[in-house]
Nanobody
Framework: QVRLVESGGGLVQAGGSLRLSCAAS????????VAWFRQAPGKEREMTAD????????YYADSVKGRFTISRDNAKSTVYLRMNSLKPEDTAVYYC?????????????WGQGTQVTVSS
């Protein structure tokens, strides 16, 4: 079993930055791909970024490409999402998930989410 805990969310003004962290415990996630999803009120959950087990391959949704950076430190069992140039439309609950195979595939383990609010 893998337990994922997100942190780093909060309230930030448009144009600002935040770094989200996803700390894993229990079974190691070093062999899993890990993704960040987000869900805004009234909208479907969408994958924003994904990183493979080694960190050598990443995916970004078009809406965040060039502004968000996903990275991982397997020694610390932690995956990060650096978010720059934040926009009000980035406001959502952000979840990390592990055990999937990329966009459109099911992810087995999920965190509880962290709220990100971007004010205009």
């Amino acid at each position: 079993q893998v337990r994922l805990v997100e942190s780093g969310g909060g309230l930030v003004q448009a144009g600002g930055s935040l770094r989200l962290s996803c700390a894993a415990s229990g079974r190691s996630v070093s062999s899993y791909a890990v993704a960040w999803f987000r869900q805004a009120p009234g909208k479907e959950r969408e994958m924003t970024a994904d990183i493979n087990w080694s960190g050598g391959t990443t995916y970004y949704a078009d809406s965040v490409k060039g502004r968000f950076t996903i990275s991982r430190d397997n020694a610390k069992s932690t995956v990060y999402l650096r978010m720059n140039s934040l926009k009000p439309e980035d406001t959502a609950v952000y979840y990390c998930a592990a055990g999937g195979q990329g966009v459109g595939t099911p992810y087995k383990y999920w965190g509880q989410g962290t709220q990100v609010t971007v004010s205009s």
